[in-house]
């Protein structure tokens, strides 16, 4: 079994949603730090759903490719 890169992409995907919502939530901000907090922790989180979107959209072969055995099948496409 092989390991697929997508799956690692969704893992750290997911670490980045929760680091987000940790600094969003649960963090003791410093004072006057407030709005960096908030900057990292949305983007913590934008990045965390467009990894885990990517790693669903994710096809495993190219499709640019035809890869078909039959060399009859691609005359139609000449």
């Known amino acids: 079994m092989q390991f697929e890169i ?3 992409i969704s893992i750290l995907s997911a670490i980045l949603i929760f ?3 940790y600094f969003k939530f649960l963090y003791d ?3 006057g730090a ?3 907090n908030m900057w990292v922790s949305w983007f913590l989180i934008i ?3 467009i990894g885990i979107t990517v790693s669903a959209l994710w096809k495993k ?6 890869d078909s055995g039959d060399d ?3 005359d139609g496409l000449r």
């Open 6 to 8: 997508k799956y690692l």
């Open 19 to 21: 680091g987000g919502l």
């Open 29 to 31: 901000v410093p004072d």
């Open 34 to 36: 407030d709005i960096t």
């Open 47 to 49: 990045f965390g759903v």
């Open 61 to 66: 072969r190219n499709p640019l490719e035809v």
């Open 72 to 74: 009859a099948a691609l």
